[in-house]
């Protein structure tokens, strides 16, 4: 329960536009997600989804089969205030990632900075078994984390870096690289911060 109320704290003391993380075209993700849209039209996960817009703007875009996980209830809160009137909704499961068991499985894995928090081990194998439940050969997988001159802390919390060679061998040979991009991201503060974001294909 701890990391829960972190989490929940946050989205109940900040404005979803105050928070580091805050996009409001969500970008690269959404230009990522769209080149696959095979894949995506068989089912799009979110980890770490937070408050997170992309949901929005895959709506926007026809992408309506879509689940957001999230530790923070209070997090989806604030997504379902802004997605009311809607016709398409997602699906909303309050879950840690590394104790999640997929009920079935997507044709797209986005995880936009959560992996990151994950600074051990036993926490990024739960992590990767998760993600091999959850997608089958030909599966997309977008993972975002700090770069290795990125930040060492966000929201308080130590993060692991990485270079996209280090994240590629650690999810391991059975997610294909496919390609990696370099990103500045500007905080509502005015900080940039420096992501990667990797692309795999399962196999």
Not at 89 to 94: D, E, G, L
Not at 125 to 132: F, I, Q, R
């Amino acid at each position: 329960m701890e990391k829960r109320d972190h989490w929940n704290s946050v989205y109940a003391t900040k404005s979803e536009e105050t928070v580091s993380w805050f996009q409001n075209d969500a970008q690269p993700s959404l230009d990522l997600i769209l080149t696959h849209r095979d894949a995506a039209a068989r089912g799009i996960v979110d980890i770490g989804a937070g408050a997170s817009r992309l949901v929005d703007r895959l709506l926007d875009n026809g992408v309506e089969d879509v689940t957001l996980l999230d530790l923070s209830d209070r997090s989806f809160d604030v997504v379902r205030d802004r997605l009311i009137g809607r016709d398409v909704q997602p699906t909303f499961v309050v879950q840690d990632v590394t104790d999640w068991r997929p009920a079935r499985t997507s044709g797209v894995w986005h995880d936009r900075a959560a992996f990151h928090f994950l600074t051990n081990r036993a926490s990024q194998d739960a992590y990767l078994s998760a993600l091999k439940l959850a997608t089958t050969p030909g599966s997309i997988v977008i993972m975002a984390t700090f770069a290795e001159d990125g930040p060492e802390r966000c929201s308080g919390l130590p993060v692991q870096r990485y270079s996209s060679e280090a994240l590629s061998a650690r999810v391991g040979p059975s997610f294909q690289p496919l390609e990696t991009r370099k990103v500045g991201h500007r905080t509502p503060g005015g900080v940039t911060q420096s992501f990667q974001y990797s692309v795999f294909e399962a196999v």
